[in-house]
């Protein structure tokens, strides 16, 4: 299986600060996700990225950001937390050219008070 | 507006049985599908995938039927285990560019010993 770790696992911040969730992995895969997780909304995609310097938007991205300076790590950026970001937020990345499913990281549980 | 909905938040079968997770998408685009499964306080693990050049993939105790025509995919497990208890989520994507998975809701499946 890809080596992929999220972190923090929990983190609960105060609204308006930001905040840095973070995702590693260590299969050299091109393609990195982050999803938010609501109960009633299943995985939504927030941003993704298809390589170094290069990202783009989901369907949820107002509110936050990304940055993907390594290959290795994917960095996913509230820039002013806000309640309704409190949420689990999951990594994914797509395995190995040829095959179409993602492996997911453990989750991070942010929440936002 | 939802474009992969799982209408059934929660399934029971009594261990033993068959049980049928059912999935409906609305974008003709999308021709590859996934099926996870997801433990409380774990990413989602992949589970089995189809194409939509196929209209069954079977593995083991599962199977993924796909009818086109219907836009409709369900996920048959046979025989149930208590193990199988599970929140179960469909996905779907174009198999091109990006492979953005879209995910539905989730249905919790709970299996009955």
Known sequence: DAGITQSPRHKVTETGTPVTLRCHQTENHRYMYWYRQDPGHGLRLIHYSYGVKDTDKGEVSDGYSVSRSKTEDFLLTLESATSSQTSVYFCAIRDQEGSYGYTFGSGTRLTVV | ?113
């Open chain 2, 1 to 113: 507006d939802q474009q992969v909905k799982q209408n059934s938040p929660s399934l029971s079968v009594q261990e033993g049985r068959i049980s049928i997770l059912n999935c409906d998408y609305t974008n003709s685009m999308f021709d590859y599908f996934l099926w996870y499964k997801k433990y409380p306080a774990e990413g989602p693990t992949f589970l089995i995938s189809i194409s939509s050049i196929k209209d069954k993939n079977e593995d083991g105790r599962f199977t993924v039927f796909l009818n086109k025509s219907a836009k409709h995919l369900s996920l048959h497990i046979v025989p149930s285990q208590p193990g199988d208890s599970a929140v179960y989520f469909c996905a779907a994507s174009p198999t091109s560019g990006t492979y953005k998975y879209i995910f539905g809701t989730g249905t919790r499946l709970k299996v009955l010993a």
